[in-house]
């Protein structure tokens, strides 16, 4: 004989209906008890996300209503002046608002005074700068020429959205203010391996490894750089150049670039022929010497006896 325990009376029918009833019940209530829960936690979800995208548009309309800041130091003419020995005319910040002061030009006729306006996007400008680099080195480092670097940014938009032109102006301005000694240097550095139109140009650490290569050594300049510190000034110095008249030229407005004076000529001839552009430098000068010269007098015949 087995032993174990008695066994339970088996459950009626309603019975068995009334604990379905209980159960189900149950798990209603358990299934509200989600669908609150569910509910809060999406309501604090879309809570968090209106708060970060209001953050978002916080900090961009911050950053797009901010007061422009002062223009880097050396650049009161919105171009660098760089004279013999590749020494920078060290001239002070312009103040937000405040506008430029036109370089006075030396007029002597012993001295050409070559200006350039330049966008580091601009393939014609790089032409130009591998072609007379060189040539306007050696003239500004013996004192032969002065040389004014104006970098715009006309070409912002062309980089694949990453406004590359914008970007490299002001970090060349990043280099005239912290590093000025080194701005020949560097504005030569931009266009070795040019960036091509369209493609999204050097990033910022290639332009701040640029700007050390030239010899910029300021701890400043890469912080500078990502900041985009001088962007205010660099489209504020773009437009002014696109619409107002160039200083010591008859040029109305800027039309494009490379634009080139010297002594107040506009340089129209072709950018890889280095003879033809020295040609024009010395021509400019003599033309310069030839108008401020002053005229002999003529001698008063002597009246024969």
Not at 122 to 147: H, K, M, W, Y
Not at 190 to 202: H, K, N, S, W
Not at 256 to 261: S, V, Y
Request: hydrophobic share 35%; aromatic share 6%; proline share 8%.
């Amino acid at each position: 004989m087995t032993s174990g325990s008695p066994l339970e009376p088996r459950a009626s029918k309603n019975e068995r209906r009334e604990a379905a009833r209980e159960k189900a019940k149950e798990l209603r209530v358990a299934q509200k008890r989600r669908e609150r829960r569910n509910s809060w936690l999406l309501k604090g979800g879309v809570a968090v996300a209106i708060v970060a995208v209001v953050a978002v548009v916080s900090v961009f309309v911050i950053q797009m209503n901010r007061p422009a800041g002062p223009g880097p130091r050396n650049m009161a003419s919105d171009g660098i002046l760089i004279g013999e020995g590749l020494t920078v005319v060290s001239t002070p910040a312009l103040a937000p608002g405040e506008a430029p002061t036109p370089t006075v030009p030396d007029n002597s006729g012993s001295v050409a005074n070559i200006v350039m306006y330049i966008d580091y996007l601009c393939p014609f400008c790089g032409q130009f700068e591998q072609t007379n680099g060189e040539t306007i080195r050696d003239l500004v480092e013996s004192g032969a020429a002065t040389v004014e670097i104006h970098p715009i940014a006309l070409l912002a938009n062309r980089s694949a959205g990453t406004q590359y032109s914008l970007r490299a102006t002001n970090a060349a301005a990043c280099v005239a203010n912290y590093s000025p000694d080194a701005f020949f240097d560097f504005n030569a550095a931009l266009f070795v391996d040019q960036p091509a139109e369209g493609t999204p140009g050097l990033t910022n650490d290639e332009l701040k490894a640029r700007a050390a290569s030239a010899g910029a050594t300021s701890s400043s300049i890469d912080q500078c750089i990502d900041d985009v510190q001088f962007k205010s000034w660099a489209q504020v110095a773009t437009n002014r150049a696109r619409s107002e008249p160039l200083p010591n030229s008859d040029i109305e407005q800027l039309k494009g670039t490379p634009t080139i004076l010297v002594n107040g000529k506009s340089y129209n001839g072709s950018l890889d022929d280095p003879q033809e552009f020295s040609s024009f430098v010395l021509q400019a000068v003599a033309s310069t010497t030839d108008k401020d010269a002053t005229p002999t007098p003529t001698p008063t015949p002597t009246p024969t006896p």
